[in-house]
């Protein structure tokens, strides 16, 4: 593949190539190399991203120039920094927040996050400027369609892939922030799929929080989504992480129309705040505050806090996940410090075994934490968690964590065109 806007600068004498462009997608790979360097140099490489509120992100990485003058970073091996070893997608997957407990997270899907990369001579501290580069990483493929959704109570944004369809089509939700986040919906319609991204809660004139959530929402919404007339039948899929995990499993038991359900490190029960539906309330599992420990950096680890499902009363928030008519994926992150979602997933298993079921998939991911994002979003290991009103730890480990979000990705897209087929469109690109 040929490498695309490499350019030298006058002032500089060291240039970076990248392909396959200086402008790509968030999710996608790219091979980045710096060359003009002189054989054997020590260079310090670093990124800098800086979010829409002007949270400053950052890595760094040290290598040594092979014997022309170049650095590879898909093959030369990282001597310190933010990580260590061959990684070619280090410097993005390791972002750090400057200030603590910050989590990267895109706002407005059309515009790109912007990638600064600087390249220093790396024999001293803050060494001389050798290379510098602007990347820019979108969210919004060529051709894909953004439309607002304010359809009778439902809120949210339709993402059409380009041509004339139709697509199958996909429901997402994320957790307990609110609003309206897009970009995992963006990127996923990116390969062929009809995603809307619903908000539940704190967007528009939805509920301030979530006390009195309603089902029937989220029916309305999946109703709405299946009649679409670029959205293929005869069911649609749904994603959902953390709160919205079981919000989907809720969906797939009690509604029809539902084919395919992803589950990311969600619960087999109703979680925190109850969920009404024709009547009936199906309450909400509670968390033991006196259950939380202190990590050794002073951040409150709360994964032990949610009451356990099984025991007593507890039992009036299981899912009855054995009434769905779908296939399930459930993705979990081995160490979620958030809540013990491997336990839940493992007991959303066993409960559809016992009733005669091989409907589903279970995926673990050693070393990930909580919040599984689409590919190269840095890991974020601690930040505010609203409900608990302090920062609190999420788990995981920065480089096990990046490979978890590469390859759920992979099986998301591989798991929703298998169920839903593919329509009529190939993946995008930006």
């Given amino acids: 593949m040929a490498i695309r806007n490499a350019r030298w600068s006058s ?14 997608l968030f999710s996608d790979p790219l091979a980045v190399e ?18 829409e509120k002007g949270e400053l992100f950052e890595s760094n990485a040290r290598y040594r120039a092979d014997s022309s003058g170049r650095v590879d970073l898909s093959r030369a091996s990282c001597l ?10 280090g410097l993005f997957w390791s972002l750090l927040p400057q200030n603590p407990y910050k989590m990267l997270v895109k706002r407005d899907v059309r515009s790109p ?27 919004l493929a060529k051709g894909v369609r953004r439309l607002p959704v304010k359809e009778g109570r439902v809120r949210g944004t339709l993402f059409l892939p380009p041509g004339e369809g139709p697509f199958p089509g996909v429901l997402d939700m994320y957790g307990t922030g609110g609003g309206l986040p897009e970009y ?20 528009q004139d939805l509920p301030k929080d979530m006390r009195k959530l309603q089902l029937e929402y989220f029916e309305e919404a999946s109703a709405f989504l299946r009649a679409h007339p670029k959205v293929t ?64 950096s002073g951040i409150a680890d709360i994964r032990d806090t949610l009451s356990n499902p099984l025991e007593g009363e507890n039992q009036k928030s299981l899912i009855p996940i054995e009434r769905a008519d779908c296939r399930f994926l459930f993705l979990v992150s081995e160490d979620d410090r ?31 934490g909580h919040y599984l994002e689409p590919p190269y979003f840095p890991h974020c290991p601690s930040s505010f968690h609203m409900l608990v009103g302090k920062p609190v730890v999420w788990g995981g480990e920065a480089k096990s964590h990046a490979m978890a979000q590469i390859d759920m990705w992979e099986k998301i897209k591989a798991f929703f065109k298998e169920h839903l087929g593919t329509g009529k469109c190939s993946s995008a690109k930006l």
């Avoid at 710096?34 to 979010?51: I, N």
């Fill in 11 to 24: 002032s500089l004498s060291a240039r970076f190539l990248v392909r396959p462009d200086l402008c790509s």
């Fill in 34 to 51: 710096v060359e003009g360097l002189v054989p054997e140099q020590e260079v310090v490489v670093e990124a800098r991203l800086r979010d």
């Fill in 80 to 89: 310190g920094g933010s990580y260590i070893g061959a990684e070619p997608m």
């Fill in 113 to 139: 996050f912007l990638v600064e990369l600087e390249a220093r001579d790396g024999e001293e501290q803050n060494g001389h400027l050798l290379a510098r580069e602007t990347l820019e990483r979108g969210f």
């Fill in 184 to 203: 995992r919906a963006c990127l996923l319609s990116g390969h062929g799929f009809a995603v809307l991204a619903l908000a539940y809660y704190g967007y």
């Fill in 233 to 296: 039948g005869p069911g649609i899929g749904v994603i959902g992480a953390s709160k919205s995990g079981d919000l989907a499993l809720l969906l797939a038991t009690f509604t029809p129309g539902i084919s395919a359900v992803v589950s990311i490190n969600g619960c087999n029960a109703v979680t925190i705040f109850p969920i009404m539906y024709k009547g009936t309330v199906f309450p909400g599992l509670i968390g033991d505050s006196s259950k939380i420990t202190v990590t050794k």
């Fill in 338 to 368: 958030n809540w013990n979602s491997p336990f839940f997933a493992e007991e959303a298993v066993k409960r559809l075994k016992a009733h005669g079921k091989d409907n589903f998939e279970k995926v673990v991911y050693p070393m990930a």
